[in-house]
């Protein structure tokens, strides 16, 4: 029995909680000497105020977008998925192949090549702890932390000893090659005669990205293997008598969520670096469940959280910078929003619930 609107779950809960987090991170900033509304528009300027900002915005809002999807799709099939930082990491590294093993004659012959290649490294890496779950009944939130770790270790040893750029220093790959190098913001819209900063890193995955949120949507709500995943993370019991078999939906919501991550690397790896570096994910997978959480696993809720967060990443930089706030305090704001919206989300739903509740709201199921 639904105890408000859907539209109020999805939309008014995050809301408030937004406001609860800003209003606590404006107390801590107030507390250090600083003006809050100062700190604010700075961080507004700094995200939307020019068009650099605003690619350093939509290039961070692409890396959570990949990474809340594949969170939520593991979710809506009650897997708690930590592992999109490592399914990250070794999708940059298939990118990176692929990358690196033709001279492409152009970005949209090595577009759809790389997003293969991602794809397919995230989800081969997601593979692993899926079998466990499925048929050894290992627990997905221990095996994917841990696999994690070992695809750091793991890239860190390829772009050491294997993969590094001949004569360099640094552990990176060699860039790739001119037709690997996707159009940016300011190329796309150039013929338009929109002017957009060159040097911003926002390029044409955020499209991509976007269209994975279309096909997320296809996919859970408008699909028998959606229903199927969607049943089984309702309702195991259910779900075994309904005849869906759980190894099977457990090991695919894996591959996909995988394949997800690792897609990532398309903007991150591909569109931004232009080669293959060491700790290129910066933490995106983990970012990805609060964006999922926030996004109540809807693609529509998602895109919108991982604006936010895009937000908070690049508005805290220029917060950091102009305004000599600590990083940690940025990080700290970061982390209330986690907070609020993800540990904290009865402190607003229950009053909610009551409020709709007076109002005399009655779910379609009462009615």
């Given at each position: 029995m639904q105890k408000m609107p859907k539209w109020a779950d999805t939309i008014l809960i995050p809301l408030f909680s937004i406001?609860?987090?800003?209003?606590?991170?404006?107390?801590?900033?107030?507390?250090?000497?600083?003006?809050?509304?100062?700190?604010?528009?700075?961080?507004?300027n700094g995200a939307f105020g020019n068009t650099n900002g605003l690619g350093y915005t939509l290039y961070y809002t692409t890396n959570f977008?990949?990474?809340?999807?594949?969170f939520a799709v593991a979710s809506h099939c009650k897997l708690f998925n930590i592992g999109g930082e490592g399914q990250a990491m070794l999708g940059g590294l298939g990118v990176a192949l692929v990358c690196l093993a033709v001279p492409w004659p152009h970005w949209t012959l090595a577009l759809p090549s790389a997003m293969v290649g991602g794809a397919l490294f995230g989800a081969a890496w997601a593979f692993i702890p899926a079998y466990l779950q499925a048929k050894r009944g290992s627990h997905i939130v221990i095996t994917t932390i841990m696999f994690n770790f070992i695809a750091s270790a793991f890239?860190?040893?390829?772009?050491?000893?294997?993969?590094?750029?001949?004569?360099?220093?640094a552990a990176e790959t060699a860039r790739f090659p001119e037709g690997a190098h996707l159009p940016t913001f300011h190329e796309m819209l150039a013929p338009f005669g929109i002017?957009?900063?060159?040097?911003?890193?926002?390029?044409?995955?955020?499209?991509v990205a976007l269209l994975c949120a279309f096909a997320f949507w296809i996919l859970i709500w408008r699909t028998r293997l959606g229903y199927e995943?969607?049943?089984?993370?309702?309702?195991e019991t259910a779900a075994k008598y309904a005849g869906i078999k759980p190894a099977r939906i457990v090991i695919i919501a894996m591959l996909i969520s995988g394949a997800l991550a690792g897609l990532m690397a398309i903007n991150n790896v591909m569109g931004e670096a232009e080669r293959l570096i060491d700790?290129?994910?910066?933490?995106?997978?983990?970012?990805?469940?609060?964006?999922?959480?926030?996004g109540r696993n809807h693609p529509v809720g998602i895109v919108l959280a991982a604006l936010l967060f895009g937000f908070l990443y690049q508005g805290g930089a220029e917060l950091s910078l102009w305004e000599s706030i600590p990083?940690?305090?940025?990080?700290?704001?970061?982390?209330?929003?986690?907070?609020?919206?993800?540990?904290?989300?009865?402190?607003?739903?229950?009053?909610?619930?009551k409020a709709f509740m007076i109002m005399g709201y009655k779910s379609r199921e009462e009615a």
């Open positions: 406001l609860i987090a800003f209003f606590f991170s404006g107390l801590v900033i107030w507390a250090i000497g600083k003006d809050p509304i100062v700190a604010i528009k700075t961080m507004v977008i990949f990474t809340g999807l594949s890239l860190g040893y390829l772009l050491t000893k294997v993969i590094k750029r001949e004569g360099g220093m002017e957009f900063n060159q040097h911003a890193p926002a390029n044409i995955s955020f499209v995943i969607r049943a089984y993370g309702m309702s700790n290129a994910v910066e933490g995106a997978g983990f970012i990805g469940i609060a964006v999922a959480l926030m990083r940690e305090l940025v990080i700290l704001i970061q982390a209330l929003v986690i907070l609020f919206t993800g540990a904290l989300d009865n402190m607003v739903r229950r009053p909610l619930e």
